[in-house]
């Protein structure tokens, strides 16, 4: 703020004066001028789940929908974002997040390597690691966190710390031992060994089993036990490397840490689930009362933000992807509302001075809003010219505005949909071609900035100089 007033104040005409500005202005971009990011990611939020998710919040807040926005649809600032891997003309995340983390685009499912890496080459990984934001950030002295709903060894997390080339290397037990004994470690052991600065300094996710061995019941479901095949417990490694350290996996603790008056000092790691987190839709069920994303975001910004030199911290929605991936619009649409909440509570809480929030999609999906449903219709419902009318497909029947391309809700024959409910929380929309699971897409997605630099934000960009944008922030050197 002194900054501010100082280059607005008119009439220095004394040559010392011009000399103690300079020199305040230069201390100030410098030393006490925290420059933060916040990297929001909705794993395969292509730009039909936003539009179809910001209907859904609309109509859930009683209006017609179409008009609402979500938080970041209010962003001052947007591009187009080519999201293809150097191999693949439909991304993966792994890719995607790479391209993101650390500037260079390369190929589907590898993480943290360039594009010579083919996939399961660990001697090639060994030495064609990139270094990554969070890395950079951690060598500079600066705060760093990652938060998920996902597992936090899957993919987009692991773009923070992970350099492996293969994504599923996720613990111990899905490592080929042949990558072991050249030297390549499992995601979740690169986690806790991350080896800048002092290492991620907020961790909130999913994916405790990936930490514990076999031998160890998971403590929220008894009968689930760890997945790593080595004895190893690695939440109790991370905790011994460090005494100012804490681990909660239960939703209590989290929120005494969250509504307690000051932040906690030490690292904390929080992981809520064996694996993924629940999707927002089922959450308020989950045994151990997992925290919501916006919660998990609003303790992680308080845990960093005591950090002068500023922070690094990546938020993933993790399971928009999932629901996609099941044909289950209402989970996907539900998860990215959630989204927004947590970045209405970023935009709402930090000082867009000196920080920088960007919120984008790794790659797409094959939904799609179609028909011609009126004004307000439900926007899972089936595609109606006024309540009650349904407008009739080829054949007679009616049909959903969502839809996907492929996925498991083909069906050879299509039921009558006018005796089920499509706005049903489990109701798969219908996929054209059939497949287990649906795909991904591979349009543009959108990227939508506020803050510092995101005027960088703009026109076509390939997903790698979303990079550019946020180092621009970090690393002022
Ligand atoms: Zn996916």
């Known amino acids: 703020m002194i900054k501010r007033r100082l280059t607005m104040e008119k009439g220095f005409t004394c040559a010392l004066v011009r000399l103690v500005t300079i020199a305040s202005l230069l201390l100030f971009n410098s030393a006490s001028y925290a420059k933060n990011v916040i990297f929001f990611l909705g794993?395969?939020?292509?730009?039909?789940?936003?539009?179809?998710?910001?209907?859904?919040?609309?109509?859930?807040?009683?209006?017609?929908?179409?008009?609402?926005?979500?938080?970041?649809?209010?962003?001052?600032?947007?591009?187009?974002?080519?999201?293809y891997n150097t191999d693949a003309q439909v991304p993966d995340s792994a890719g995607t997040i790479t391209a993101i983390t650390t500037g260079e685009k390369t190929r589907i499912g590898v993480?943290?390597?360039?594009?010579?890496?083919?996939?399961?080459?660990?001697?090639?990984?060994?030495?064609?690691?990139?270094?990554?934001?969070?890395?950079?950030?951690?060598?500079?002295?600066?705060?760093?966190?990652?938060?998920?709903?996902?597992?936090?060894?899957?993919a987009t997390p692991a773009g923070a710390y992970a350099h492996s080339p293969n994504r599923n290397w996720e613990s111990s037990a899905s490592t080929p031992d042949e990558a072991e004994a050249l030297g390549c470690r499992d995601i979740a052991a690169q986690l806790i060994a991350m080896s800048y600065g002092d290492g991620l300094d907020v961790i909130f996710g999913g994916g405790r089993r990936e930490f514990m061995p076999i031998e160890a019941d998971d403590p929220e479901y008894p009968s689930r036990p760890g997945l790593r095949d080595d004895g190893r417990n690695l939440i109790e490694e991370w905790l011994a490397a460090n005494s100012k350290r804490q681990y909660t996996w239960r939703g209590e603790e989290f929120v005494d840490w969250l509504s307690a008056a000051d932040p906690v000092d030490g690292q904390l790691m929080g992981l809520f689930e064996p694996s993924h987190m629940k999707y927002e839709a089922d959450r308020q069920r989950d045994p151990g009362k997992e925290p919501s994303l916006k919660d998990m975001t609003a303790l992680a910004v308080k845990q960093l933000a005591q950090n002068e030199k500023g922070y690094f911290l990546l938020v993933e929605a993790g399971r928009i992807d999932h629901a996609h991936h099941f044909s289950n619009a209402y989970r996907a649409l539900t998860d990215t509302v959630a989204l927004s909440d947590a970045v209405q509570w970023a935009v709402d809480n930090v000082d867009l001075e000196e920080t920088l929030i960007l919120v984008t999609a790794d790659h797409s999906h094959t939904m799609t809003i179609s028909g011609y449903p009126r004004r307000g219709n439900p926007i899972l419902g089936t595609v109606e010219t006024e309540p009650g009318k349904p407008l009739l497909d080829a054949t007679g029947a009616p049909y959903t505005t969502l839809s996907y391309a492929n996925g498991p809700g083909y069906k050879k024959q299509r039921p009558n949909l006018s005796l089920i409910d499509t706005k049903a929380p489990d109701y798969?929309?219908?996929?054209?071609?059939?497949?287990?699971?649906?795909?991904?897409?591979?349009?543009?997605?959108?990227?939508?900035?506020?803050?510092?630099?995101?005027?960088?934000?703009?026109?076509?960009?390939e997903q790698n100089r979303l990079y550019d944008v946020m180092y621009d922030v970090l690393i002022n050197d």
């Open 43 to 83: 794993d395969g939020m292509g730009i039909s789940t936003v539009t179809a998710a910001r209907i859904f919040a609309g109509q859930a807040a009683g209006a017609t929908g179409e008009e609402y926005d979500l938080a970041f649809d209010q962003f001052p600032h947007l591009a187009l974002i080519k999201t």
């Open 428 to 461: 798969q929309q219908l996929g054209t071609v059939p497949m287990p699971a649906e795909t991904h897409a591979g349009e543009d997605v959108a990227a939508f900035a506020a803050g510092q630099n995101a005027g960088a934000v703009r026109g076509v960009m």
């Open 111 to 154: 993480l943290g390597v360039n594009s010579s890496v083919e996939r399961d080459d660990c001697a090639g990984a060994l030495t064609n690691t990139l270094p990554t934001l969070a890395e950079l950030a951690e060598q500079r002295g600066m705060s760093t966190g990652i938060v998920s709903t996902a597992r936090i060894t899957h």
